[in-house]
């Protein structure tokens, strides 16, 4: 199936009614006209000719005639809690969210507390920016419905199914617990200053750096059998504290993930064995850099390459997709 | 079929320390949910609890009977 669509096609698209889930750099959005249709800025893909840097090119999941119906959403960083009240009766939600907001973090903080939030799959991607546009330009939503661009909210397509079929998420995560210490947190977050790495209390920067690991390699918490990595960001010299790209939990034991020998192979191996034809995917824009993915295929498994997955929480350096059941 | 949110089969799930094979990426995070909020036992999160598996059992019956069939 086509993925890289012209600002002509893509209008097109959004005029014959078409429910799309559209990732482009940000420049792409304006012009559009109303409809059903959100998006979130990333330049990064994976796409029919391996992974690729596209700056002028949109790239749309159009979503199969099962989708029934949608309802476009936006949300405020207060207002996430509302998510889950929108929930379709049988369906799924699409979320992005612009990385670095105030929307993210809370997002990545709290969402797993919210009581109803595994009542229906949602699933989604932070979006982002070229890596040499960090420090000058901001990740980005756009509401198709409105037409309206935000920085800050998170922006939801709730599709409601043909009665016949479930969907689905799943994850594909080649990275494993390591066999070595198991690191626990006094706190919750994204910035780390101690740890408990086998019930000692340390300074994670110090553990880091006197181990000599590399931040390539994630932390991995087993959630009841599904490997959660959390990203290190950056080490912070001066504080002598440790970045992550999403939040450690307090009472989570993790791990320092397994070396991937060859993520181009063995991502297409695991692709294969899932024997999988998602409606959508993503995966992570620190696998394309560290696995080098540039003009390298992951399977037939295409979608944006994000600053953040989303699985119901936030997760990195994972691919999610989702599916569609018979019932 | 799902049981009913009175059905002792929940309070023993959100209770159990054993680690299921959960086929569903959806049930195995809302578990581990499970098992982060009875850290603190007392009545009124046990009953969030069962609360929160009972409806997520009867909202995605599609597609985690596998999975209800390991907790039965």
């Known amino acids: 199936m086509k993925n890289f669509y012209s600002k002509e096609e893509v209008i097109d698209l959004i005029n014959t009614g078409k429910n799309l889930l559209i990732a482009a750099d940000e420049a792409l959005f304006k012009g559009l006209p109303k409809g059903n249709w959100i998006a979130g800025s990333i330049p990064y893909f994976m796409g029919d000719e391996g992974g690729a840097c596209i700056r002028d090119k949109y790239f749309v999941t159009v979503l199969p005639t099962e989708c029934k119906s949608v309802s476009i959403k936006q949300y405020k960083s207060n207002e996430l809690e509302k998510i889950t009240d929108d929930y379709p009766k049988n369906g799924v939600s699409f979320i992005i969210i612009p990385a670095t907001s105030e929307t993210h973090i809370k997002y990545a903080n709290e969402i797993m507390t919210y009581p109803s939030l595994f009542n229906s799959p949602l699933v989604g991607w932070i979006s982002g920016v070229h890596l040499d546009d960090l420090a000058s330009v901001k990740p980005i939503i756009f509401n198709g419905a409105t037409l309206e661009p935000s920085s800050e909210d998170a922006i939801v397509m709730h599709v409601e199914l043909d009665d016949a079929y479930a969907a689905q998420i799943e994850i594909i995560n080649l990275f494993k617990q390591g066999d070595g210490d198991t690191i626990e947190f006094p706190n919750d977050g994204f910035v780390i200053d101690n740890a408990l790495v086998n019930g000692e209390s340390v300074n994670f920067y110090d553990y880091l750096t006197s181990k000599n690991i590399s931040l390539e390699q994630p932390l991995v918490a087993d959630y009841s059998g599904a490997m959660i990595n959390v990203s290190f960001q950056a080490l912070d010299h001066e504080a002598k504290k440790v970045n992550l790209y999403a939040p450690v939990f307090q009472n989570t034991p993790y791990k320092l993930a397994t070396q991937v020998a060859n993520y181009e192979k063995e991502f297409t191996a695991e692709v294969n064995s899932h024997n999988v034809s998602p409606i959508y995917s993503c995966n992570c824009i620190l696998n394309y850099l560290y696995a080098e993915l540039e003009g390298k295929k992951t399977g037939e498994i295409k979608g944006p390459m994000t600053f953040g997955e989303i699985a119901y929480v936030l997760l990195n350096q994972t691919m999610v997709y989702v599916s569609l059941k018979k019932k | ?72």
């Open chain 2, 1 to 72: 079929m799902v049981p009913t949110k009175t059905d002792p089969i929940w309070k023993k799930f959100v209770n159990s320390e054993q680690e299921y094979s959960f086929s569903c990426l959806a049930t195995k995070m809302m578990y581990t949910r499970i098992k982060q909020m009875m850290r603190n036992k007392d009545a009124a999160i046990e009953a969030e609890a069962v609360d929160i598996a009972h409806s997520f059992f009867e909202k995605n019956i599609n597609i985690v009977q596998a999975d209800l069939n390991l907790i039965k």
